[in-house]
């Protein structure tokens, strides 16, 4: 059974239309949640970090919440430029320092 | 302020062969992790050094393995490579004082034919 899964597995918006990606996660003692944005063939780009819930992060267009099951990356009046996967890691307790990750959602914004 | 680098970008090799990838972590950072990412999938945790040692290792054999240098820089090495180990090779570095932030490099794209 996955630990993170994330969904949609893809998700196609036209520019300036809202919309949420999610991530539900079951883990035993959660040290911290991560999103990281990844464009094709590149490394994966850090973006937040959320550790309790009720905490949220904002940068430009995007902006993530937690609670005690899943997480959401809101994404406000997206631009083509904000086309990639977007990841969704955990980081447990008992599990030491590796990121356990999601399979992503693919996001396409459209002109 | 330079990032965390890999080397080399790309590589083809043959099964059974050896391949050797090479990562510097961002400055300031004395962790380094290595994960595989298969195509479609998230990354895979392989292990990761600090002090010269492997601290955790993920659901990986013994053919992958690793070592750290003084410097903090570090090396994977895959022995006996098979087709399935087809994937890119990502490196992350992170700080001791803030170990659970991870900070990706552009990754090595390894293609075994």
């Known amino acids: 059974e996955d630990q993170v899964t994330q969904s949609p597995e893809a998700l196609r918006l036209q520019e300036g239309e809202s919309s949420s990606l999610n991530c539900s996660y079951t883990v035993s003692g959660l040290r911290g949640l991560f999103w990281y944005r990844q464009d094709p063939g590149k490394g994966p780009e850090f973006l937040f970090t959320?550790?309790?819930a009720g905490e949220e992060k904002e940068k430009e267009r995007l902006k993530a919440t937690l609670t005690k099951k899943e997480s959401f990356l809101h994404i406000t009046a997206p631009k083509p430029e904000d086309s990639a996967t977007y990841l969704c890691?955990?980081?447990?307790?008992?599990?030491?320092?590796?990121?356990?990750f999601g399979k992503g959602t693919s996001l396409l914004v459209t002109p | 302020d330079a990032g965390v680098t890999q080397s080399p970008t790309h590589l083809i090799k043959t099964r059974g062969q050896q391949v050797t990838l090479r990562c510097s972590p961002k400055s300031g950072h004395d962790t380094v992790s290595w994960y595989q990412q298969a195509l479609g999938q998230g990354p895979q945790f392989i292990f990761q050094y600090y002090e010269e040692e492997e601290r955790q290792r993920g659901n990986f054999p013994d053919r992958f393995s690793g070592h750290q240098f003084p410097n903090y820089s570090s090396e994977l090495n895959v022995n006996a490579l098979l087709l399935g180990d087809s994937a890119l090779y990502l490196c992350?570095?992170?700080?001791?004082?803030?170990?659970?932030?991870?900070?990706f490099g552009p990754g090595t794209r390894l293609t075994v034919t």
């Open positions: 959320l550790y309790s």
């Open positions: 992350a570095s992170s700080s001791r004082t803030v170990t659970y932030e991870q900070y």
């Open positions: 890691a955990v980081q447990e307790f008992d599990s030491g320092y590796a990121l356990n």
